[in-house]
């Protein structure tokens, strides 16, 4: 007989969305995740004219965090055991310890522990080793130019910053459209211990486990590293086969 949705762990998202697409982050660490994990969601909804894959004008991010607060308390009335602010994109903007106000913001009104997804994304190629790293992303120029001095700030190198066209150009292409172009990237990259695929409106989960088998260096992917990082505050220690070293060294 199933248990309550939730009786293992609840993880809260503060995820944002885009006019017109459906970020797949919950659908696909819904599929993977153990027995017993329930999330619960609130939604940021970027302006229709400030998209960061289509312009450099990040003037919505700050208008989006003034909204956090709100959506935090939303997401506590049901209790999570932790809330991840999802869209590295908003966290990275103001470079490597802009973000710590996000989590002061969440913890200070609901008392739950929290993460921002750029600190998840750091902390899970810390965790596979990586500090050389090749990074695959569907961002414009300048919210690109801000996750290069997050992550140099972070100690990470970038070898290769590769745009594969805008969020809405990838989020159109299936997982198996993306294995080639990010495949060669890497392999045409200066060496590098891996690669991570930014935004967490692309689906990469079936893709993850065939380019690490191929490249024979760790993947970390937008949602991966988010999920794993939850569940490794809310102390689920199950490993995830199949998607990856990240989620199997839980």
């Known amino acids: 007989m199933a248990g309550p949705l939730g009786w293992r762990a609840r993880i809260g998202h503060?995820?944002?969305?885009?006019?017109?697409?459906?970020?797949?982050?919950?659908?696909?660490?819904?599929?993977?995740?153990?027995?017993g994990v329930e999330f619960i969601e609130a939604k940021l909804m970027f302006p229709e004219k400030a998209e960061p894959g289509v312009r450099d004008d990040t003037e919505a991010f700050?208008?989006?965090?003034?909204?956090?607060?709100?959506a935090a308390r939303e997401v506590a009335l049901q209790k999570p055991?932790?809330?991840?602010?999802?869209?590295?994109?908003i966290s990275i903007f103001r470079g490597w310890g802009?973000?710590?106000d996000i989590v002061s913001k969440i913890e200070a009104a609901t008392g739950i522990p929290?993460?921002?997804?750029?600190?998840?994304?750091?902390?899970?190629?810390?965790?596979?080793?990586?500090r050389k790293v090749v990074v695959v992303t569907p961002y414009a120029e300048g919210v690109?130019?801000?996750?290069?001095?997050?992550?140099?700030?972070?100690?990470?190198?970038?070898?290769?910053?590769?745009?594969?066209?805008?969020?809405?150009?990838?989020?159109?292409?299936?997982?198996h459209g993306l294995f080639r172009p990010v495949k060669e990237t890497f392999l045409n990259a200066g060496p590098a211990d891996g690669v991570i695929m930014m935004c967490g409106a692309i689906r990469t989960f079936?893709?993850?486990q065939a380019l690490e088998d191929d490249i024979r260096k760790p993947v970390i992917t937008a949602v991966q590293a988010g999920l794993w990082k939850a569940l490794d505050m809310v102390n689920v220690r199950t490993p995830i086969k199949g998607y990856g070293k990240l989620l199997e060294s839980l």
């Open 14 to 35: 503060i995820a944002p969305y885009i006019h017109g697409i459906s970020p797949c982050a919950l659908e696909e660490q819904r599929s993977v995740v153990p027995d």
């Open 114 to 130: 929290a993460v921002t997804h750029g600190m998840a994304e750091v902390e899970a190629m810390k965790r596979m080793g990586i």
């Open 144 to 175: 690109n130019k801000a996750l290069l001095d997050y992550f140099a700030g972070a100690g990470l190198e970038v070898v290769t910053l590769k745009r594969l066209g805008t969020v809405r150009d990838v989020y159109a292409m299936s997982p």
């Open 98 to 100: 802009g973000d710590r």
């Open 62 to 70: 700050p208008l989006m965090l003034g909204l956090i607060e709100q």
């Open 81 to 89: 055991d932790v809330i991840m602010q999802m869209g590295g994109a």
């Open 206 to 208: 079936e893709i993850i």
